[in-house]
């Protein structure tokens, strides 16, 4: 279970990002997180996993607190929660394994991924979160030759390695094509299924997150505005979040037909 | 004008009078300035003119192909260079890493290792060279030891700003995975940045095997030092074979070097 609990992120120059957020997660639930630019999805995530340290308030992960915890607690937190990134942030001068292989770091002795010397079993794991995400076969190919939705599902075999028990997904489609777009969501929601992964996904994509989400969370000035079940979310709703009314800039709406 | 609007085509920005000012005043400069240290065009003429040239011909290619006289400081030369540049590259990588704001462990460590380069940096290498001699005695040991300290200075000073322009997004990545600084910045950082580092080596290097004839001069070993002795006999025909010896070796390696350096980077 993950809670907020008065939560606010004020970064350094002034700009509050997170206002006062609460917010209970339960275990294994799919929660997509929509707003404008700059509403504080990013932020919200990164102070999950301490990527961004929280001002004030509380968050915990099961019970363990992550405001202001020291740099061993930090690690043992981060590597119990993958994390899904808009631009991948793959190293693309290594192979796909390698960088799945990132993975495994909280797990294995500095000195031996320093070396390059992984153990049989880490290699193992992340050949299995190549497996899952259906590209195996790409394991010693360059990261950069691959394709963008290739790319990104490297970045999910790569949290899938941690064996996290959150998954935090950064617009994780933002930079996709809009067929490749639903796969990976696909993918992220049959990883939730399967494996009973917490994850959280920050969108812009209305109706994408209208598919693929079961509960939404809506963001406006780092504020929590609306928090329900999806099947709820009227078109007034999105207006509310976004404080303006809905263009066909923030629709998907793949092969022209926009979903319901 | 330039405010215009809607379509109409700009006109071309001039060089404004301000260039010219700058312009100005660098010519106004220079020509101050050589006044100033008696540069003289003409006497570059005389120069040409002196007997000292006749002494270049013929060169004594007996002497000059003799392994002891030559050949073998030669060789000397390019290990003081080998070492130098393993040395100093060596220590160069982990010091980058601590110099830079995005690899750095913490803030004391970026402050401490900025410091240490600077003032590292501040001695010129002859005078590293001079001191060292003075210090572990003539030879090539000096050389090696003052060379090591001038490729740690360059190499840092280049590297270090690889590490800087370094693509913090696979770092965001690896940090978020939970591994430990040293761990995280190998696997995030250390690979987006890894043929810079060698082609930075590769090129220290060249410098090294150009650097260490001139450190010779100042008695820390290898072929320079056999210039030196020949110039102070005005054997200059020797000096002559000795450089073109020289031009060789370093054209050479210079080739073998960028052909690498462009398949990497």
Known sequence: MIRFDDVSVTYRGGVRALRNVDLRIDDGEFVVVVGLSGAGKSTLLRALNGLVPATSGSITIDGTEVVGAGSAELRTIRSR?????????????????????????????????????????????????????????????????????????????????????????????????????????????????????????????????????????????????????????????????????ITDDDLLAVDGEPSE | ??????????????????????????VAYTVFAGRQVDFDLSTFWNVWSNPLWEKFWPVPWDWVLDRHNVLDPLVETFQIAV??????????????????????????????????????????????????????????FAGSWALSVFSLAVMVKLFSETVDGADPRPLEAARASGG?????????????????????????????IRASVVLGLVGAGGIGRVIEAQRQYFRFDRVLGILMLVLVVVFVIEQVSVAIRRRLV
């Open chain 2, 180 to 208: 430990r600084h040293l761990a995280v910045v190998r696997t995030g950082v250390l690979p987006t940045v890894l043929p810079e580092y060698v082609a930075y080596a590769l090129y220290v290097f060249e410098l090294n």
């Open chain 2, 1 to 26: 004008m330039n405010g215009e609007s809607a379509g109409g085509r700009p006109t071309r920005p001039r060089p404004g009078v301000r260039t010219w000012a700058v312009v100005g005043v660098i």
């Open chain 2, 83 to 140: 070492v130098a540049t393993l040395v100093g590259c060596g220590l160069a990588l982990p010091l980058a890493f601590t110099m830079s704001p995005l690899t750095s462990p913490n803030r004391p460590t970026l402050v401490v290792s900025r410091s240490v380069m600077n003032v590292v940096r501040a001695v010129p290498d002859l005078f590293w060279a001079k001191l060292l001699v003075t210090a572990v005695g003539i030879g090539a």
């Open chain 1, 81 to 245: 929660i993958g994390m899904i990134f808009q631009t991948f942030n793959l190293v693309n001068r290594t192979s796909v394994l390698n960088n799945v292989l990132m993975g495994r770091l909280a797990s294995v002795p500095a000195w031996r991924s320093t070396i390059g010397l992984w153990p049989a079993p880490d290699r193992e794991i992340a050949m299995q979160a190549l497996e899952r995400v259906g590209i195996v076969e790409k394991a010693y190919v360059r990261a950069a030759n691959l394709s963008g939705g290739q790319q990104q599902r490297v970045g999910i075999a790569r949290a899938l390695a941690q064996e996290p028990s959150v998954m935090l997904a950064d617009e994780p489609v933002a930079a996709l094509d809009p067929v490749t777009s639903r796969q990976v969501m696909g993918d992220l929601r049959r990883i939730n299924r399967e494996l009973g992964i917490t994850t959280l996904v920050n969108l812009h994509f209305l109706d994408l997150a209208r598919e693929f989400g079961r509960r939404l969370v809506g963001l406006r000035d780092g504020e929590v505005v609306f928090d329900g079940d999806i099947s709820d979310v009227t078109d007034e709703t999105f207006r509310n979040i976004y404080g303006r009314a």
